[in-house]
C-alpha cells in the first residue's frame, strides 16, 4: 500500500491556484453538505446512504461506500450504504478485515490497522487483485479506505474512489479523516437519539399501562364506597369533578390536576370501616357515632399511604377535612401546613354535600352551600377557592351532573 504523500509546494502558477482554489471550495462545500445530513438524518440508513451520496454528488468522487465489520469468522466486510458509479464493484470483490495473511483490498486493511490507507494510482500498483482488477473496469484511479473507530474499537470503514489519480493528498488525507470522524459521532449520536427514543416509547407504554391499572383500582375504591353508602353515591365523583374544576381555574398543571381528581373520586374511601348501619341512619348522628364517621379521613390515609401514587393522593385525603383555623380533624392543621389540594377538595366536599340529600335531611341547595362557604372564607375555607368556586357556578355555570 503507498501511504499518502507529504505537502506539496504551494501552487505558483494562475492554473494551479484556480485549481487548487476550486478543491477548497469542494471540499467545504462537501463539510457542509455532510454537516446537514448529519443533523437531519433520522435512522443509521438514511444517514449513511446520504453521507455517501454528498461525497460522489458534491465532492466529485467516482464511488464512495460504507462497510461495516462483520464479527462472522470469516471476519467479512459488508456493504451497508454506498452511492456513485459502483456497477457491481462490491458484489464481484469479496472484503475482508482478517489478519490470516490474505491481502486485504483497502477497506480491509483500514480496518485491520485502524489507519486510513491511501493509493493515489491503482493503475500502478500490482498488489490486492482482484479489487484492483474490478476498480480499474469501472474507471477508478485513486482510494482510500478511512477506519470507522468508536470507543477504542473499529465498526467499519468509509472508502472513497476518484477516476483521478493523485486525489488523495496530505491536506485531502486530513480532511476526510474528519469527515470520517463526524461521521462516527453522527452514528454514536444516532444511535443515542433512537434508544432514547426507544426508551420513551416504553415509558410511555408503561405509563400507559399504569395509568389504565390505576384507574381500575380507583373504580374499584370508588364502587367499593358507594356499595357501603348508597345514599352518597356519585357523591365522590361529583366532588372530583368540582375540584378539577377549581384547579383549572387555578392555572394547576394538567398533571396537578389529574392527582387532585383522583383524590377527589377517593377521598370517603375511609368509610368503608364505618359501619353501613350508621352511614344511611335516616336521623342525626349521635356524638358517638359521628366521631366514628370523623375516623374516615385517617382510615382513609392508611389505606393509601402504602401505594405509591405520582401526587400527594393519601396526604389529600387525610387532610380534606382539616380547617384554615385549627377546627378540621383529625389532626387540627392550620392555614398553609393544610395542602393547597385538601383546601380544593374541603370546599368542594362541603359544596356538593349541602347541595344534595341526605338520609337525615333533604337537600338544602347551592345558593346554601355557597353562602356557607362564603360566609366562612378565610377562616374555615380558602379564600381564593371559595371564590373561584362561587365564580364558576355563578358566571360559568358549572352544574353538578347527576
Known amino acids: 500500500m503507498k501511504a499518502a504523500k507529504g505537502p506539496k509546494s504551494p501552487p505558483t502558477e494562475p492554473k494551479e491556484v484556480k485549481k487548487e482554489l476550486e478543491k477548497v471550495t469542494q471540499t467545504l462545500e462537501t463539510f457542509s453538505a455532510c454537516h446537514k445530513v448529519l443533523v437531519r438524518a433520522m435512522e443509521k440508513s438514511e444517514l449513511l446512504n446520504k453521507i455517501c451520496q454528498a461525497i460522489v454528488e458534491v465532492g466529485g468522487y467516482k464511488m464512495a461506500w460504507v462497510g461495516i465489520a462483520a464479527q462472522d469468522s470469516a471476519k467479512t466486510v459488508r456493504p451497508f450504504a454506498k452511492a456513485g458509479d459502483e456497477d457491481g464493484f462490491l458484489s464481484r470483490v469479496n472484503v475482508t478485515w482478517s489478519d490470516m495473511g490474505k491481502s486485504h483490498c483497502p477497506t480491509g486493511e483500514a480496518i485491520l490497522s485502524r489507519k486510513p490507507v491511501v493509493i493515489n494510482n491503482i493503475l500502478n500498483n500490482p498488489d490486492n487483485m482482484p479489487w484492483r482488477g474490478e476498480a480499474l473496469k469501472r474507471g477508478y484511479g485513486a482510494v482510500i479506505a478511512l477506519p470507522l473507530i468508536s470507543n477504542g474499537g473499529t465498526f467499519g470503514a468509509l472508502t472513497i474512489f476518484s477516476e483521478d489519480a493523485d486525489a488523495f493528498q496530505h491536506e485531502d488525507v486530513n480532511h476526510l479523516m474528519d469527515l470520517g470522524g463526524n461521521l462516527v459521532y453522527g452514528i454514536v449520536a444516532l444511535h443515542t437519539r433512537t434508544a432514547r427514543q426507544r426508551a420513551e416509547v416504553e415509558v410511555k407504554k408503561n405509563l400507559n399501562k399504569l395509568k389504565q391499572t390505576l384507574g381500575a383500582i380507583i373504580q374499584v375504591l370508588e364502587k367499593t364506597v358507594e356499595v357501603r353508602d348508597p345514599y352518597t353515591a356519585g357523591h365522590q365523583r361529583r366532588v372530583a369533578d368540582l375540584a378539577r374544576s377549581i384547579s383549572a ?154
Open 249 to 402: 381555574e387555578m392555572g394547576f398543571s394538567q398533571d396537578r390536576i389529574d392527582g387532585i381528581r383522583i383524590a377527589g373520586i377517593i377521598h370517603d374511601i375511609g368509610k368503608i370501616y364505618v359501619p353501613a348501619e350508621i352511614l344511611s341512619k335516616p336521623r342525626r348522628l349521635t356524638t358517638y357515632e359521628f366521631n366514628l364517621v370523623k375516623t374516615h379521613s385517617q382510615v382513609g390515609y392508611d389505606i393509601l399511604k402504602t401505594i405509591d401514587f405520582p401526587w400527594p393522593v393519601a396526604r389529600v385525603v387525610l387532610q380534606h377535612h382539616e380547617r384554615l383555623n385549627g377546627s378540621g380533624y383529625p389532626n387540627k392543621l392550620m392555614h398553609d401546613n393544610i395542602l393547597i389540594e385538601a383546601r380544593i377538595l374541603g370546599v368542594s366536599d362541603v359544596v356538593e354535600a349541602m347541595a344534595s340529600h341526605r338520609p337525615y335531611r333533604p337537600a338544602l341547595g347551592l345558593d346554601a352551600a355557597l353562602k356557607e362557604v362564603s360566609d366562612h372564607k378565610g377562616s374555615l375555607y380558602d379564600s381564593e377557592v371559595v371564590e373561584i368556586c362561587t365564580r364558576l357556578f355563578r358566571e360559568k355555570l358549572f352544574d353538578f351532573e347527576p
